[in-house]
C-alpha cells in the first residue's frame, strides 16, 4: 500500500514568487495535514483539510493556503514568498473517526516532505 | 492545551537501553499517546501509540502510568542507526478544535 506521497521534493523560488506543493493521502484517509519544519526546527502546525475543508489553521499569514481535493488530494500555496519561508513542508494524513473532529487515536502518517527554498 | 515538553537531547551508546519521557500534563481523557522517529530531511515515521499502561511492538514500548501525564518510549539495545530525533504526539485545543500538534523532540545521539 503506497504511503504518503508529496510532490515535488525540491523546489527553488524567488521572493515574491508563488509556490504550490502537493499531497497524495494514504488511500482510504479522508485527513490532510500541513507542518512547516524550518532548518534545525520542530513540526509547526499549519493546516487541516477534513472532506474538502479546511478545519482548522496555524499561526500563519494568509499567504499560506490550501485545497482538499475530492479525491481526498491536497495543495499547499504560499504566495509573495519570503525568505524565511524556506523550510521542509511535511504532509501527513489520517483516517477521521468523525468529519471535521480530529481524534488522536487515529494515528497520522507523514510523506517525506518537499523541501522549499526562496532565494 | 496538552503540551508536552520532552528533554531537548540525550546520547547513548549502542546496546544500551534509552528512555525517553514526554510529559503532558493537560492530556485530554480520549487523547491517545503517539511518538514518531525522525531523521534529517525525512518525514517523521509513526513508532508507537498507547492510551494507557503499556504498549510494545517489534521496536519499542511505550509506558504511561495511571495518571497519564506523561509518556516514556523505551527503546531497547538502540544501534547507531536509531540516532534521530524523536516527538511524542498527543492533540491540543487550536482554533476550538483538537490538532495534532508536536513538541520540540529529543535529539536522541548513539555513540558507538
Known amino acids: 500500500e503506497a504511503g504518503v506521497t508529496q510532490s515535488p521534493t525540491h523546489l527553488i523560488k524567488t521572493r515574491g514568487q508563488q509556490a504550490t506543493l502537493r499531497c497524495s493521502p494514504i488511500?482510504?484517509?479522508?485527513?490532510v495535514y500541513w507542518y512547516q519544519q524550518a532548518l534545525g526546527l520542530g513540526l509547526q502546525f499549519l493546516l487541516w483539510?477534513?472532506?474538502?475543508?479546511?478545519?482548522n489553521r496555524g499561526n500563519f499569514p494568509p499567504r499560506f493556503s490550501g485545497r482538499q481535493f475530492p479525491n481526498y488530494s491536497s495543495e499547499l500555496n504560499v504566495n509573495a514568498l519570503e525568505l524565511e519561508d524556506s523550510a521542509l513542508y511535511l504532509c501527513?494524513?489520517?483516517?477521521?473517526?468523525?468529519?471535521?473532529?480530529?481524534?488522536?487515536?487515529?494515528?497520522?502518517?507523514f510523506g517525506e516532505g518537499s523541501w522549499l527554498t526562496v532565494v | 492545551l496538552a503540551k508536552t515538553t520532552q528533554p531537548i537531547s540525550m546520547d547513548s551508546y549502542e546496546g544500551q537501553e534509552v528512555n525517553i519521557t514526554c510529559s503532558h500534563n493537560?492530556?485530554?481523557?480520549?487523547?491517545?499517546i503517539t511518538w514518531y522517529q525522525q531523521f534529517p530531511s525525512q518525514g517523521p515515521r509513526f513508532i508507537i501509540q498507547?492510551?494507557?499502561t503499556k504498549v510494545t511492538n517489534e521496536v519499542a514500548s511505550l509506558f504511561i502510568p495511571a495518571d497519564r501525564k506523561s509518556s516514556t518510549l523505551s527503546l531497547p539495545r538502540v544501534s547507531l542507526s536509531d540516532t534521530a530525533v524523536y516527538y511524542c504526539?498527543?492533540?491540543?485545543?487550536?482554533?476550538?478544535?483538537?490538532?495534532?500538534?508536536f513538541g520540540r523532540g529529543t535529539s536522541l545521539i548513539v555513540h558507538p
Open positions: 501527513a494524513s489520517s483516517e477521521i473517526l468523525e468529519t471535521g473532529r480530529f481524534f488522536s487515536g487515529n494515528t497520522i502518517y
Open positions: 488511500s482510504g484517509h479522508t485527513s
Open positions: 483539510y477534513d472532506e474538502g475543508e479546511e478545519r
Open positions: 493537560n492530556i485530554a481523557t480520549n487523547d491517545y
Open positions: 498507547g492510551y494507557k
Open positions: 504526539l498527543v492533540g491540543d485545543i487550536s482554533g476550538g478544535s483538537y490538532i495534532p500538534t
